[in-house]
């Protein structure tokens, strides 16, 4: 019998932690810039590169190290260590750490830059015939 633990998969994480912020793939490759392809081969990998996946970190507003250690074990503790304050309610942080508006308009943005670039493409596929 073996004791050798298996490796984490990195890829599986990362979805985890994206299906638990409420985010998309789809939404994460547009945060990171790619394809929503490459977040799904992401996702399928047991290993990715350090660049990338700091990347992803940022984009999901975790760490790098959150996303190598991350179990369910944790998010399971996490929740329960909430206190109950003198009230009786629970304390929570619920501030967000961007403003959600900032992110609508960098999105719409990249959308209004990235039909500006296919006008012109297909302007100068015209223009060639």
Same mark, same amino acid.
């Given at each position: 019998?073996? #004791? *050798? #633990?298996?490796p984490?998969?990195i890829?599986?994480?990362?979805?985890? $932690?994206?299906? &638990?912020?409420?985010?998309?793939?789809?939404?994460?490759?547009i945060?990171?810039?790619v394809?929503?392809?490459s977040?799904?081969?992401?996702?399928a990998? /047991? *290993?990715? +590169?350090?660049?990338k996946? $700091?990347?992803?970190a940022?984009? &999901?507003?975790v *760490?790098?190290?959150? $996303? +190598?250690?991350?179990?369910?074990e944790?998010v399971?503790?996490?929740?329960? #260590?909430?206190?109950?304050?003198?009230?009786?309610?629970?304390?929570?942080?619920?501030?967000? *750490?961007f403003?959600p508006l900032d992110?609508?308009?960098?999105?719409?943005e990249?959308l209004v830059?990235?039909?500006?670039?296919?006008?012109?493409y &297909? /302007?100068? &596929?015209l223009k060639?015939?």
């Amino acid at each position: 019998m073996s #004791t *050798t #633990t298996k490796p984490k998969h990195i890829g599986r994480n990362i979805s985890r $932690i994206r299906e &638990l912020k409420g985010m998309k793939q789809e939404a994460l490759a547009i945060a990171i810039g790619v394809s929503q392809q490459s977040v799904s081969n992401w996702e399928a990998s /047991e *290993t990715i +590169e350090q660049e990338k996946l $700091i990347e992803i970190a940022k984009a &999901l507003g975790v *760490t790098k190290e959150a $996303i +190598e250690n991350f179990s369910e074990e944790n998010v399971i503790n996490y929740f329960n #260590t909430f206190n109950e304050s003198v009230s009786g309610s629970f304390i929570t942080n619920n501030e967000c *750490t961007f403003n959600p508006l900032d992110k609508v308009v960098e999105l719409y943005e990249r959308l209004v830059q990235a039909e500006k670039d296919k006008v012109e493409y &297909l /302007e100068k &596929l015209l223009k060639g015939k």
